[in-house]
RNA sequence: CGGGGUGUGGCGCAGUUGGCUAGCGCGCGGCGUUUGGGACGCUGAGGUCGUAGGUUCGAGUCCUAUCACCCCGACCA
């Protein structure tokens, strides 16, 4: 992509309207644009972001047996009934409206309900199970009160995925694979090293449900840190009696203020007897289904990433996910500078390496400055002295001096 | 939903105890000079001051209502 062809253009000062960091660099930069409180559009360059995460997070899930697919996001009043939350005194984020006949709908703020109802009509026998099923949806919330930027709207990107097992036994070895594969997720998104598995809350079924809780100032959540064991436990829940069941003791505990980027529960077989999802077992019984349910805000890493990993110039995403590899720059009008550069371009992008050519033509200034904001790894200029050098000058966002190397010294910056 | 704050060209802001053609910076168009960390000169376009009503000879400025946005709290599978 060359830069002059970008609709978007980037703002030397932050919105007067966000707070957040997070939406300030992301708005700035021209990644994201705010429509109203909590909704934002995601543009050119911040869809490439999202995708990259959407695309860590399916080849995880893929891992371990996840079938994607993709749900409507109108929902049966008649489908939430069953289990007593369409009910707004129950649920408070609802957005209803109604069909033109008047039947009313609503919008998912979950799909927990219509996949069991979906899901019922395939189900039949034990040999059918299990079945691993997620999505990558646009959950709608009617918040009271939306905030942080992209990282609490009415509007998000959510991975969801739902598990329907057996027994208890096939769930714990399917809970337990998706905890690891989770952590593969946040190891890869470049956050493993400061995303906790959380104990947090776990409803009527189980004890505990587990949280991944990523440290981060900006996050809403409050996580107590056992550094030495690599328990963490969200405020909500720590207790004496919590703490013991743990084996671990109060002042051994780190407080932290930390985003929560994951959920995973534990259904147990309650809403399936709710929603009456049977199965027939090998002796011919009616069995009730054993559910899971796994989530992944994927906008809402978008953000923790662009507050965790930036700096005063912009943001800075790591290589997994950056919406471009190489930010290539020409410097001087000179013709030949031009040619090279082009070349490079073209060699590049052939070989797969996504390269946003800044050709515009401004003072180089002007070029590195938005090369720092938007946070592209790796930065390549080539001018009048690399063409002399038969070199190309290379930095990376995070580095400090530039250098000059060869084209292929570069390619192998690139392989890492 | 309770509390606090903010709405003035595309963006960021100033605008005194009410006063005359509503300013500044950035950005944008034209011309020229520039070209290694957001250049400079000249010039030009662009604003019913969130909206509605009211007070007044006169309202960006005062009053009332309303909408939007931000922050704190509450809420949050």
Not at 236 to 253: P, Q, S, Y
Not at 300 to 321: N, Q, T
Request: proline share 2%; with cysteine.
């Amino acid at each position: 992509m060359k830069v002059s062809q970008l609709f978007t253009k980037t703002k030397k000062e932050a919105p007067a309207d966000e707070q957040a960091k997070n939406a300030q660099l992301l708005i700035r930069a021209g990644f994201v644009h705010k429509e109203m409180a909590g909704a934002y559009d995601y543009l050119p360059l911040g869809i490439k972001v999202l995708e990259n995460i959407k695309q860590v997070v399916r080849e995880e899930m893929n891992s371990i047996s996840g079938q994607e697919l993709i749900m409507t996001g109108i929902q049966r009043k008649e489908i939430w009934e069953t289990t007593g939350r369409w009910d707004d005194k129950v649920v408070d984020v609802w957005f209803k409206s109604a069909l033109k006949d008047g039947t009313e709908v609503g919008f998912g703020w979950s799909h927990e309900e219509p996949i069991v109802e979906m899901v019922k009509k395939y189900l039949e026998s034990y040999k059918d199970l299990p079945i691993n099923i997620y999505q990558f949806q646009t959950k709608l919330r009617n918040e009271l009160r939306a905030k942080s930027g992209i990282m609490r709207g009415r509007e998000f990107v959510m991975k969801d995925m739902y598990s329907c097992s057996i027994d208890e036994a096939q769930h714990e070895a399917f809970y337990q694979a998706t905890i690891e594969a989770y952590k593969r997720v946040y190891d890869r998104l470049g956050i493993g090293d400061d995303t906790y598995v959380t104990f947090a809350s776990g409803g009527a079924f189980t004890q505990f449900s587990h949280e991944f809780q990523t440290i981060c100032e900006a996050g809403e959540d409050v996580v107590y840190l056992h550094r030495g064991k690599n328990i963490a436990v969200n405020e909500e829940v720590v207790d004496d009696e919590n703490l013991a069941k743990l084996g671990i003791k109060r002042d051994e505990l780190e407080k932290v203020k930390t985003a929560e980027v994951g959920n995973i529960f534990n259904f147990g077989t309650q809403k399936s007897k709710e929603m009456d999802f049977t199965f027939v077992n090998d002796i011919g019984e009616k069995q009730l289904v054993h559910l899971g349910s796994y989530g992944i805000g994927i906008t809402r890493v978008m953000g923790v990433i662009a507050e965790k990993f930036s700096d005063e110039k912009g943001l800075v995403w790591p290589a997994s996910i950056a919406p471009y590899h190489v930010y290539l720059v020409n410097i001087g009008v000179d013709d030949n500078v031009v040619v090279a550069t082009e070349k490079l371009y073209e060699d590049l992008s052939g070989q797969g390496v996504e390269v946003l050519y800044d050709d515009r033509d401004v003072r180089p200034g002007e070029k590195f400055a938005d090369a720092d904001l938007l946070g592209i790894p790796h930065r390549v200029v080539i001018s009048p002295k690399t063409i002399e050098a038969g070199m190309i000058e290379y930095k990376s966002r995070t580095g400090e001096e530039s250098e000059l190397i060869t084209i292929e010294e570069l390619k192998q910056k690139l392989q890492k």
